[in-house]
């Protein structure tokens, strides 16, 4: 039986841009526009309302009402199983590492998106992070410059308390469980839970179990 394509959710305020886009996409037998939005607050609106599910949210950084990456915020709150993907004519570094922390999965140029978006895609519904060659020059430059200067560098995006979580879930334990051994409230440890998926990109149990064996939180 064939897997049922990703629902992407396209933002973007110039039509002929989203038209172009959607061409490339539809073009996909795996990927498939089921919504557009014309600026951020319309695709807050359509990512989080359920009416239409959708997999993954495509959204240009520059638009009206809301920028992309304050929709990615948004939407990263509100509906943490939706995967994010940034656009944007620039290629610049700000814009990036706030997309990263707006827990988008990646970010990429519209001059290459004929090239890149179909890949970027694929990589953000595996749960793998999306980096063109420009911007992983910036985040070596990043860590170099933040070690040089004494600064902490994160080990991982993840807080102690949700490492904790991570790898009691991927010891099999259910939330009950886990709330239980932390003396936390169930509600917590579901909140931590979809924090991590949020942050990682993940989406279930499983992917979660993979990550911290990858992550050497739990042996294989």
Do not use: W
């Not at 599910?53 to 509906?79: F, V, W």
């Amino acid at each position: 039986m064939q897997a049922q394509p990703t629902r992407i959710l396209l933002a973007d305020d110039h039509a002929l841009v989203r038209h172009g886009l959607r061409l490339i996409l539809d073009a996909e037998p795996d990927l498939t526009v089921v919504a557009e939005a014309g600026d951020g607050a319309e695709a807050v609106e359509l990512a989080t309302r359920g009416e239409v599910p959708i997999d993954l949210a495509i959204l240009d950084i520059a638009m009206p009402r809301m920028t992309g990456i304050q929709a990615a915020r948004e939407i990263s709150r509100r509906a943490p199983g939706v995967r994010l993907l940034m656009l944007s004519m620039y290629d610049n570094e700000q814009y990036f590492f706030e997309s990263l922390k707006a827990g988008a999965s990646g970010y990429v140029l519209k001059s290459v998106a004929d090239r890149d978006l179909l890949e970027a895609c694929r990589a953000a519904m595996r749960g793998e992070p999306f980096v063109y060659p420009g911007a992983i020059t910036a985040l070596i430059r990043d860590y170099l410059q933040r070690h040089r200067q004494g600064e902490p560098v994160p080990d991982t995006l993840l807080t102690p308390r949700e490492e904790e979580i991570v790898k009691l879930i991927a010891e099999g334990h259910s939330s009950k469980e886990i709330a239980g051994i932390l003396v936390i409230s169930v509600k917590t440890v579901e909140r931590h839970r979809a924090n991590v998926l949020a942050k990682l990109g993940l989406r279930d149990r499983l992917e979660l179990t993979r990550h911290a064996i990858r992550a050497g939180l739990v042996e294989p």
